[in-house]
């Protein structure tokens, strides 16, 4: 595809379920992005993958959050336990990562999660 | 990196150009100003860069001052489409940490 691709576009979810969120990234992609965005609040940083290294889990709100990057493509952010707080949409963003002129973020539509 | 500072909203006519201020008087030399848009239930879109000289594509203009502490992002003829909220943020490219941190932004209401 053309633009980055996220799934499912909406969850709906029970107190303490466990929920699993896709990115795929545009292809060629090096560096990929996760952000969360609570209702009227600014983008909040969760945890950023580049290449081979050790990503940059800094963001990640709990360790109820985790995240993987399987063959340098594909991402899925886990949340267990949810909690009615992670209610928010999570957006997922990749770039080529290589100079600054390529370090153009392309976000993908969001996955919107409701924990009732 | 640096801290950015924009005002919290403002409003432009459709058809006349919209100029969006961004402070970042903390600003070391080898940061990249960056401008992201994000339309309602959008996510943010990129819209230009630039690190000491002015920028312009076919979205907008790009003004930095010499002393690189503040810029302008002009929207030569905003249309209604252009109501969003405004990112101006500050990154060092290469630098210890990679990630994008998006403060709150400008929401640029375009007025009929």
């Known amino acids: 595809g053309a633009g980055v691709s996220q799934s499912p576009s909406n969850k709906v979810t029970e107190k303490g379920k466990d929920v699993e969120l896709r990115c795929d990234p545009i292809?060629?992609?090096?560096?990929l992005y996760w952000y969360r965005q609570s209702l009227g609040q600014g983008l909040e940083f969760l945890i950023y993958?580049?290449?081979?290294?050790?990503?940059?889990k800094s963001g990640l709100p709990s360790d109820r959050f985790s995240a993987e990057r399987t063959g340098g493509s594909v991402s899925t952010l886990t949340i267990q336990r949810t909690q009615q707080e992670d209610s928010a949409v999570y957006l997922c963003?990749?770039?080529?990562?290589?100079?600054?002129?390529?370090?153009?973020?392309?976000f993908g539509s969001g996955t919107q999660l409701s924990v009732l | 990196d640096a801290k950015t500072t924009q005002p919290t909203s403002m409003d432009c006519a459709e058809g006349r150009a919209a100029n969006l201020p961004c402070n970042h008087s903390?600003?070391?030399?080898?940061?990249?100003v960056y401008w992201y848009r994000q339309i309602h239930s959008q996510g943010p879109q990129y819209i230009i860069h630039?690190?000491?000289n002015n920028e312009t594509n076919e979205m907008a203009s790009l003004i930095i001052t010499e002393d690189r502490k503040s810029s302008t992002l002009i929207l030569p003829h905003a249309t209604l489409r252009d109501t969003a909220v405004y990112y101006c943020?500050?990154?060092?490219?290469?630098?210890?940490?990679?990630?994008?941190?998006f403060g709150t932004g400008t929401l640029l209401a375009v007025q009929p």
């Open positions: 963003a990749s770039s080529l990562a290589r100079g600054a002129d390529n370090e153009k973020l392309f």
């Open positions: 993958f580049q290449g081979n290294s050790a990503p940059d």
């Open positions: 903390t600003i070391s030399g080898n940061e990249y």
């Open positions: 630039g690190l000491k």
């Open positions: 943020i500050v990154r060092a490219y290469g630098g210890a940490t990679n990630k994008l941190i």
């Open positions: 292809s060629g992609h090096t560096a």
